[in-house]
């Protein structure tokens, strides 16, 4: 079972990947954070669907 991961942490996280510098990938900060690749990229995407930026169908 996964573990749960704070709204706070999410949010740190998400803030990170998208103020990333020049280089540094998602898959790296994810492994940074301790978090999958996959978990992150869809952080992401909830995120934009959230702030309205992207529509919430697939």
Partial sequence: MPKP???EFRD???RVARD???GVTVE???KDF???PMTL???LR???ID???RDGRR
Avoid: L, N, T
């Fill in 28 to 30: 790296q900060i994810a």
């Fill in 51 to 53: 702030a309205g930026a």
């Fill in 12 to 14: 740190d996280v998400v």
């Fill in 34 to 36: 301790g978090v999958r």
């Fill in 5 to 7: 991961y704070s709204r």
């Fill in 20 to 22: 990333h510098e020049a």
């Fill in 41 to 43: 990229f869809k952080w």
């Fill in 46 to 48: 909830q995120a934009d």
